[in-house]
């Protein structure tokens, strides 16, 4: 099982899928994404109707998940869709979100200098 590292799946709740990097973690860790009128956005209160996929808060993800086509088969349609909406998201909330990969390593490094 791939997992990224400071995530901890011990605690026997649902494990989602990040369709940028593939790893598998918490839904807490995750933004869930819906698509609307042919556009990915956000959902941030994990409530819009309809297939969901789920990526990390990361530009990164974005960038791969774009870069595999990952959502047009997540969501199970055809052609490109637009990504503006939680490009945008992500970059409102910064690099540094809570659940974050780069958010925990940074905070560890911090609290831990060795």
Same mark, same amino acid.
Request: aromatic letters at 2%.
């Given at each position: 099982?791939?997992?990224?590292?400071?995530?901890?799946?011990?605690?026997?709740?649902?494990?989602?899928?990040?369709?940028?990097?593939?790893?598998?973690?918490?839904?807490?860790?995750?933004?869930?994404?819906?698509?609307?009128?042919?556009?990915?956005?956000?959902?941030?209160?994990?409530? &819009?109707?309809?297939? @969901?996929?789920?990526? $990390?808060?990361? #530009?990164?993800?974005?960038?791969? =998940?774009?870069?595999? +086509?990952?959502?047009?088969?997540?969501?199970?349609?055809?052609?490109? &869709?637009?990504?503006? @909406?939680?490009?945008? $998201?992500?970059? #409102?909330?910064?690099?540094?979100? =809570?659940?974050?990969? +780069?958010?925990?390593?940074?905070?560890?490094?911090?609290?831990?200098?060795?």
């Amino acid at each position: 099982m791939v997992q990224r590292r400071g995530s901890d799946l011990r605690h026997g709740g649902p494990v989602r899928t990040c369709v940028g990097c593939r790893a598998r973690t918490l839904p807490s860790e995750l933004l869930r994404v819906v698509v609307v009128d042919g556009a990915v956005v956000p959902d941030t209160r994990r409530r &819009l109707p309809g297939r @969901g996929a789920w990526l $990390h808060p990361d #530009q990164d993800c974005l960038r791969n =998940a774009e870069k595999r +086509r990952a959502f047009p088969r997540a969501f199970r349609v055809q052609g490109p &869709l637009d990504v503006e @909406g939680v490009r945008g $998201h992500l970059a #409102q909330q910064g690099k540094e979100v =809570a659940g974050s990969p +780069r958010g925990r390593q940074e905070a560890r490094k911090q609290v831990d200098p060795s």
